[in-house]
């Protein structure tokens, strides 16, 4: 039984201290981290942090960028993870039945293309900038104006920039969380085991007071910077911030969350991340797109046509990043090696594998491709 009231408060914050680094991502959706000289993408499951808020820099096994841990790989009309055909607990919306309260569904569908997908107030920011864009212009540049948006989500350029400013702009909120993080342990420490200490708790706590307001004063400062719009956002995680000493130890990731949301993150990836998980997530949107799975719920023919253009102009766009990183289309549509001489066919889309001949894949419902032997 612990009795000491010191270590009782040491032992509650190193608790939520603890809690802060556990990321648990339910599918579909996808966390970026940056490792030792590259970013990668971490899926579903869960993700222990690295738990020294100075190892946010870039030669540590952390990383301050989360793509998608509350929003999620988005504007696609199937999800990454699991593959389903679109159709399962998605909404079609038509251009005119879209309003303001249209961005508060979790997920929405813009005439048949996953536009946006999002549950956080940063993801439904995100999607209401983009979903005005698309209705501030009229009927006929629409499609061009969605178009636009698929592209700058896909080009790779824009997401390194980004990245870069970012990594300069969190250097300093690292620091400020660092310097706090040093004052708690050894204050809490101190207090644990000296008398000396206790007896002059004014002076610390002073001190602990002091440092949180200047992790505040940065956190907002930098907030600002890069979410100039998001101020609601920005006034709950403020007061969050304040009251709670280990969440602004970690303040640089609480401020990088949402950084990503903009892009695509393929685009991300091919800038600075692992090739082969880069090469393996573009096979796997790559096939998505060219083997789209057939509808759950048929949609009406305009949706039809809509996804259909959306598929589109995304084949478009992932085609010009694959080609600038140097990854063969052809490559990617292979078929796969056969398991065994008695393997029949394979899916296309997902590269499942058949003995005997099938008119369905059982996971994703497309029809699949016989071997061809010599
Ligand atoms: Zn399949």
Known sequence: MVTDPWLE?????????????????????RLLLEGVRRL?????????RNPLPWSLTFNTESFPLIFGTEGVYAYEPHQASNRRPPGWGHRFLRYDEIEEHGVEANELKLNGGTFLKLSSEAWAQSCNEALHEVLEAPE?????????????????????????????????ARLHGTLLFAALTTTLTLFVATEWARNHWSRFAMLLVLLLLSCVWEFVRVHRRLYPNAVSDRFIKTFI???????????????ARDSLRHHHPLAVLQTSGNPKQFKR??????????????????PSAEARDTLQTHREFEREA???????????????????????????????????????????????RTPPVPFTRA
């Not at 990668?40 to 222990?48: D, K, P, Q, R, T």
């Not at 911030?241 to 640089?252: D, F, G, H």
Request: glycine share 2%.
């Open 40 to 48: 990668y993408l971490s899926v579903s499951g869960v993700i222990l």
């Open 281 to 298: 997530l573009a096979k796997q949107a790559w096939l998505d797109l060219t083997y789209p799975a057939p509808f759950a719920i048929e």
């Open 140 to 172: 006929t540049t629409r499609l061009a104006v969605i178009r636009r948006l698929v592209e700058r989500r896909l080009a790779p350029t824009p997401a390194a920039e980004t990245l870069q400013n970012l990594r300069r702009t969190l250097l300093s």
């Open 318 to 364: 992932l085609s010009q990043l694959l080609e600038h990183a140097g990854v063969s289309l052809k490559e990617l549509t292979a078929a796969p090696q056969p398991s065994s001489d008695a393997s029949w066919g394979y899916c296309p889309r997902c590269e499942s594998q058949f003995d005997a001949a099938t008119e369905k894949c059982p996971d994703c």
């Open 241 to 255: 911030l304040a009251l709670n000493l280990p969440t602004a130890c970690r303040m640089a990731e609480a401020l």
């Open 9 to 29: 408060l040491a032992l509650i914050l190193a608790v939520i201290y603890c809690l802060e680094l556990i990321s648990i991502l339910p599918p579909p959706r």
